[in-house]
């Protein structure tokens, strides 16, 4: 087992879907695995491998934010040795065509957190999703009429912002929507040659304000999980 983890070697699959909420990492393995199992329980941090349409799978939750979803992706990829990362996950809209349950398939991600700043002594990485999952997401989205928008989201290290303005300045740039783990996804994976993707599902709307409740944030998101699924 890693320090996270509960899981013994050979357990957890070179597939693995990322949600944030454990909820939600429960509710994949009981919805779409079949003959899963948890292989971990650690902080509540549930971990399921199963399998889909005949092909190994996990799903292991990241908790919420760059920190907390850094240590399941190092300790996944360094450990486990997955090579297939997809993010499934919920989102704020920024852009007033994007409405609630719409999926946005992450490109890149911009942060304004500044653990990649320190890496890089202020240069600037670009976090990008690997172009096969990707191109294999946004094909599968086209062949089943998915509504889907591609492009660059936000990262962001705070959910409460002081000035509910702040979102603006990203969404001037095109930037699609916020939520808080892909530009770590995207960054650990190219720096261990891994394959990474984010698939989102738009949970609230910094515009409109509404959102979903929370029962739906854990079990209504089965078009953004099938796609996933499908890109492995
Ligand atoms: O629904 P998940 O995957 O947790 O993702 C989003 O939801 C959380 C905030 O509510 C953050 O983790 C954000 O990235
Ligand atoms: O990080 C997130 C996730 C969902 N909605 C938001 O506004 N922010």
Redesign the pocket.
Known sequence: MSLHIKAKKGEIAENVLLPGDPLRAKWIAETYLENSFCYSEVRGMFGYTGSYKGKPVSVQATGMGIPSAMIYINELIREYEVKNLIRV????SYQKEIELMDIVIAMSASTNSTINKDHFQMDDFAPTANFELFMKAVDHARNNDVNFKAGNILS?DT?YEDDPDTYKKWAKYGVLC???ETSALYTIAAKFGVNALSILTI??S?ITKEELSTEKRETKMGEMIELALECF
């Open positions: 996950g919920s989102a704020g962001s959910f916020v939520e808080m949970s609230d910094l």
